[in-house]
């Protein structure tokens, strides 16, 4: 067993239930353990959805939580991952001065380095949207500040795992 604390990401198939959220949360509170990132969305499963959180523990602790996780009446099964074992993205959306686009010719070069795109442009502002890895939204945003950035977002993480999880077997022989 490892004590050592690492990134990890729990995905959790659940039935989509008003307050699950909300304990979820609790089991990471009780334990004093900060998300760093959530995200819920509809999964590959008609009717289920998934729940992507990323928290930095140990892999004792983190075995635990999925156990008190399971133990929620709607969730069908949770499954945690370390970063080499998943394949995942974030995304970011940065609100800039018009002005910028015209007048600073390295705001085009940044854009065009970064893989970023310009998703709207306006008199007073234009929003550049990037998807990647949390180290290059990182870059950009060092790379955009130092011109003003009007607003910025973020999204949770979003992921899958390079080995297959058992899930929509598992659910399959569950429904015959």
Known sequence: ???EKQLYTVSVYTENNIGLLNRISAIFQRRHINI????????EIEGVSRFTIVVNMSEDNIKKIIGQIEKQVEVIKAYYHTEDEII?????IFK????????ERSIQNIIKES???????N????????????????????????????????SG?????KEEMKISTMLEAFQH
């Open 157 to 161: 993480r979003i992921a899958v795992s």
């Open 88 to 92: 995942y993205q974030e995304s970011c």
């Open 115 to 121: 893989n970023a795109r310009i998703v709207t442009v």
């Open 96 to 103: 800039m001065r018009s002005a910028l686009l015209f007048d």
């Open 123 to 154: 008199r007073d502002f234009f929003v550049i949207e990037k998807s990647g890895r949390k180290e290059e939204i990182e870059l950009l945003h060092r790379e955009l500040s130092a011109f003003g950035i009007m607003q910025f977002t973020r």
């Open 36 to 43: 760093e990132s959530l995200n819920t969305s509809p999964s």
């Open 1 to 3: 067993m490892s004590t």
